[in-house]
């Protein structure tokens, strides 16, 4: 069936780095790909989504990259700051949704 | 690891009737539950957050008396649809919040697939 791996957390980061965070995914047909965001005590909130392959998703400075050669949409951001402390989600989109187990984010200043 | 499961995974029902999605967190307390619901092909809506013992908050569009949440104890949230209509068919979710030294963590659900004819 369809599934989703996430790199695993928890990630610590200092302000101003770089972040990668890996996803890749297995399923049939052609899913649509997602990340998510959730910080604590709320809800996920749609971070950014791309529905084809080589479409990039981009929000508030993070972006990935639908790579259908490779399965992968890993999320990346050329600077981070300590509000982008958060538990991030891959999920996918084809006949059900599926999601990552989560990778927890903390950005030191 | 933590588990949550829903039931049904499918249910096909006639429009007017309701229909009742359990959520459970089979192996940890959750005080916070969330439902979402998934259109084919579109992201995830967060519909509302479940908290164990007081009403549910609702996200802002969703109808707090079609979609009744029922948060009854530390490991069931129950999401029932009321006068189900054909435009109420589409994936459920659910989400537990684990909270594990200090930190939530969420587990999802496998969804239900409400079908209204």
């Known amino acids: 069936g369809d599934s989703v791996t996430q790199m695993e957390g928890p990630v610590t980061l200092s302000e101003e780095a770089f972040l990668t965070i890996n996803c890749t995914y297995t399923?049939?047909?052609?899913?649509?790909l997602f990340w998510y965001v959730q910080y604590p005590g709320e809800g996920l909130q749609l971070l950014l989504k791309?529905?084809?392959?080589?479409d990039k998703g981009s929000n508030k400075g993070f972006e990935a990259t639908y790579r259908k050669e490779t399965t992968s949409f890993h999320l990346e951001k050329g600077s981070v700051q300590v509000s982008d402390s958060a538990v991030y989600f891959c999920?996918?989109?084809?006949?059900?949704?599926?999601f990552g187990a989560g990778t927890r984010l903390t950005v030191k200043p | 690891g933590a588990v949550v499961s829903q039931h049904p995974s499918r249910v096909i029902c006639k429009s007017g009737t309701s229909v009742k999605i359990e959520c459970r967190s089979l192996?940890?307390?959750?005080?916070?539950m969330f439902w979402y619901r998934q259109f084919p092909k579109k992201s995830l809506m967060l519909m509302a957050t479940?908290?164990?013992?007081?009403?549910?908050?609702?996200e802002q569009g969703v109808e707090k008396d079609k979609f009744l949440i029922n948060h009854a104890s530390l490991t069931l949230s129950t999401l029932t649809v009321t006068s189900a209509h054909p435009e109420d068919s589409s994936f459920y979710i659910c989400?537990?919040?684990?909270?594990?030294?200090?930190?939530?963590?969420?587990?999802f659900g496998p969804g239900t697939r409400l079908l209204v004819l």
């Open positions: 989400s537990a919040n684990r909270l594990v030294v200090g930190q939530e963590t969420q587990y």
């Open positions: 399923a049939t047909g052609y899913p649509s």
């Open positions: 791309a529905t084809k392959a080589d």
């Open positions: 999920a996918l989109i084809s006949n059900d949704m599926r």
């Open positions: 192996d940890f307390q959750a005080t916070t």
């Open positions: 479940s908290n164990e013992g007081s009403k549910a908050t609702y």
